[in-house]
């Protein structure tokens, strides 16, 4: 009886293991899911404060990940003296979503904090950078921490207590990712269009509660945690590694970590060349990474119980990665003849029938090769490190927090160095480098790997560098050719926030590209466009000296502005490359770059607003389209908010808002309406400016900025010719506006529906406005009488 006993515990533990395993996968999913979605949402309300610079996010990212890192160490030690983990697990999901809870007022409360530690640390982005990081941290400790102990918590649990725990770890893993994927898209593509993101931290919270409670109540289901289980587990060991091996795969997945992120990083600037602008093609790449992660892990999963050289296999997962990293640099090269040929099938070309879905046959393409192998390494890492010695669940949570402490590094490495040095095919070409680096550490590793198995590892490596690099593509060169066929590429660089170029077309009008998203161009039409667009504020407030633009574009609003005497004008400048672009277009910006009075800031222009004590006469900012990734913060009531805190008491804001359809436009106008006391609008019915005083239009005051020769020509080139004809631009008053937009939503920084115009009625694709039946266009109600 004694020598049964231990063969009919592990049966009954069987038994409760294959019917309570897969509830436990479903826990995981949903609370892989809420992860994500927190993190999409705490990016987002972060930016508010901190901005979208490439600094900024990483700050963001790096803090969740530190939090995540800490969790699955200390988790790790804190799962090892559990007796009823499913308990353990369950109030850790409740903690994660009572906190989550918490974190739209603490970054209420932040944000009201910031800008005064920003302005005692002055401008300097070094001193900012700690400040932005530990007020990061302070925030997202507490949830990031508890969600990071989740996995070591889990696999304490008697649900993964077998000679399958390897296995198993993986399974575990991969319906986290699966979940994640899930929150992701949920996230980007319905939540914050929809409900917003107050709401949808609230239905994540409740969803993490829910996890827990079933938890909870599947611990009286999951069996004892006696001495006999503890037997049974023992006799199911399987041999340890050396301690060399596992050292090793420590230390390679850490590094595997720094160069998965580095990857990633390098991908999301290579394919916003060619994907369109909208978040949806970021939630697309997002979503993609993790597809990869989850499937190669689940896929690699079952096999990990087999006595195979695991750290052989993990060396030649490094070397796939490589090739697969410069797989995407050619495949985005072909890219034109890849679609050419998914167009030509009958059977493909649905594939590639709407943006979304070209969206994510690129990034597939591209990128899902090397994260299908990226997921596939963390069943093996685990293997090695957790299987054949005691505290399991401790030495799982150090191999994960190794990984997640080195993508920390490789964010940074990829965005701070590697890109702003070397450019992105030259980044990927070292990274692919750093990989095979990682993978002979591990081959090296390997316990009495055969000579067959290891010339069959080096001649994959030679098979993957020496075919593609002989056949090296020149990624650039591909990517305008495909994009401006017929066209010439006059000037081009990578920053560090964005890649920019300067092309000229077939009819010689040469136009300036941030990423694939046209900016401007010198055709004459449009410049005139911009040059109104800059002069009519001035007209109205003659007296405006001091003002802020938010946004360079090629320079034609500073630099028509600067023809006035007199005027100083700061830019907000996100990118640092946009500054070269616009030295392209001298002819037409007034050489802009060389005038004295200006002064440009590399920043994000609602941090910088943020956080200002300047006070302008006018504010205003380039035509920046509401629907771009990240530009709906400036279009918000929020946004608008922090202007007129930054507007001296006669101050006022230009705003452009080009038409889109009828419900866009209106709900941009009723935003404006809700925040600035005064209105009118201008123009061709596209141009608002706000103030806190009465917006009046005196015709003496006006003729004052055509005294000076410079500013006269400037201005009758824009047709402006006269004061009169300053007064003729006139459109509507504050009350039409209000009668013509009625009642009904604004833009929120909870909110941002227009630049998630999947929420929006018939997706951002409606009718037209009517902007010429509504508006008086009689410039008396607004004309000073003398």
């Not at 493909?348 to 090397?370: D, E, G, H, K, Q």
Request: hydrophobic share 50%; charged share 15%.
């Amino acid at each position: 009886m004694t020598i049964a006993a231990p063969a009919a515990v592990r049966s009954a533990s069987v038994v409760r293991t294959g019917g309570l395993l897969w509830g436990l996968v479903a826990l995981f999913f949903f609370s892989g899911a809420c992860g994500l979605v927190y993190q999409v949402l705490w990016v987002r309300l972060l930016s508010l404060a901190f901005g979208i610079t490439v600094f900024a996010v990483t700050v963001v990212l790096a803090s969740f990940m530190a939090g995540l890192a800490i969790g699955s160490f200390f988790g790790g030690r804190f799962a090892e003296r559990l007796r009823r983990p499913l308990v353990a697990y369950g109030i850790v999901e409740i903690g994660v979503g009572l906190d989550a809870l918490t974190t739209p007022p603490a970054f209420h409360a932040m944000q009201q904090l910031y800008p005064a530690i920003a302005q005692a640390l002055g401008d300097s982005e070094a001193a900012l950078f700690p400040v932005r990081v530990g007020l990061a941290f302070i925030l997202l400790a507490i949830p990031t921490t508890l969600m990071g102990a989740t996995l070591p918590i889990v696999v304490k649990s008697s649900l993964a207590r077998s000679g399958e725990l390897a296995d198993r770890i993986g399974l575990l893993y991969a319906a986290n990712t699966f979940g994640a994927i899930t929150g992701a898209a949920l996230a980007g593509f319905w939540l914050i269009g929809d409900i917003g993101i107050s709401r949808s931290i609230q239905i994540a919270a409740a969803v993490n509660a829910a996890v827990g409670l079933v938890a909870i109540g599947m611990q009286r289901l999951a069996g004892p945690d006696d001495g006999a289980q503890e037997q049974a587990r023992a006799e199911d060991r399987q041999p340890a590694y050396s301690p060399t091996a596992r050292r090793v795969t420590l230390l390679a997945y850490g590094l595997s970590g720094v160069c998965s992120f580095a990857y990633e990083v390098v991908w999301t600037r290579m394919l916003a060349l060619v994907l369109d602008t909208s978040i949806y093609a970021f939630v697309t790449m997002l979503t993609m990474v993790l597809v990869g992660i989850a499937v190669g892990s689940a896929v690699l999963a079952p096999f990990v119980r087999r006595r195979w050289n695991w750290p052989l296999a993990f060396a030649a997962l490094e070397v796939a990665i490589a090739a697969g990293a410069l797989w995407a640099i050619w495949a985005i090269a072909n890219l034109a003849e890849i679609r050419e040929f998914l167009e030509s099938s009958p059977s493909l070309r649905r594939f590639v029938a709407s943006p979304t879905r070209v969206n994510f046959v690129v990034a597939a393409l591209t990128i899902l090769p090397s994260t299908l192998v990226i997921g596939a390494t963390f069943p093996i890492a685990a293997r090695i490190y957790t299987v054949g010695v005691s505290g399991s669940s401790e030495r799982l949570g150090e191999i994960y927090a190794a990984n997640v402490f080195g993508a920390i590094f490789g964010s940074m490495l990829g965005g701070f160095l590697l890109l702003p040095l070397f450019g992105t095919q030259t980044s990927l070409l070292i990274l692919s480098v750093a990989s095979l680096g990682v993978a002979a550490a591990l081959a090296l590793s390997a316990q009495r790997p055969s000579l067959p198995a290891r010339g069959a590892l080096v001649l994959l490596a030679l098979i993957a560098f020496g075919g593609l690099w002989a056949v090296k593509p020149d990624l650039y060169g591909a990517l305008f050719a495909t994009r401006f066929p017929n066209s010439e590429v006059l000037w081009f660089r990578e920053g560090l926030e964005t890649t920019v170029s300067v092309v000229r077309d077939p009819q010689g009008v040469r136009t300036l590209y941030t990423n694939s998203r046209g900016q401007a161009n010198d055709e004459s039409a449009l410049v005139n466009y911009h040059r109104r667009i800059a002069h009519m504020p001035l007209l109205v407030r003659p007296r405006a000296s001091e003002i802020l633009i938010v946004g360079l574009g090629g320079g034609h609003t500073a630099g028509s502005i600067l023809q006035h005497e007199g005027t100083r004008v700061d830019v907000i400048e996100l990118s640092d490359a946009v500054l070269g672009g616009v030295e392209q277009f001298a002819r037409i910006n007034y050489n802009v770059m060389e005038n004295p009075n200006l002064s440009v800031t590399l920043g994000d222009g609602r941090n910088y607003l943020l956080t200002t004590q300047k006070r302008y006469g006018l504010i205003t900012s380039d035509t920046i389209q509401p629907f771009d990734a990240g530009s709906t913060n400036l279009y918000s009531a929020g946004y608008y908010g922090l202007v007129l805190g930054a507007l001296k008491q006669d101050g006022i804001m230009a705003q452009w808002v080009g038409p889109q359809d009828d419900y866009q436009y209106k709900m941009m106008i009723r935003t404006f309406l809700s925040v600035f006391p005064h209105v009118t609008m201008w123009l061709t019915s596209d141009l608002l400016i706000g103030s806190r005083e009465p917006i009046t239009l005196d015709l003496a005051e006006t003729a004052r900025r055509f005294e000076s020769p410079r500013a006269r020509a400037a201005l009758q080139s824009a047709q402006f010719d006269n004061p009169q004809s300053a007064a003729n631009a006139f459109v509507a008053t504050r009350d039409e506006l209000e009668r013509y937009v009625g009642e009904g939503p604004i833009l929120t920084d909870d909110r941002p529906v227009i630049e998630y115009f999947r929420s929006l009625p018939g997706r951002g694709q409606g009718e037209p406005p009517d902007i010429y039946a509504h508006f008086s266009r009689d410039p008396s109600k607004v004309l000073v009488r003398r």
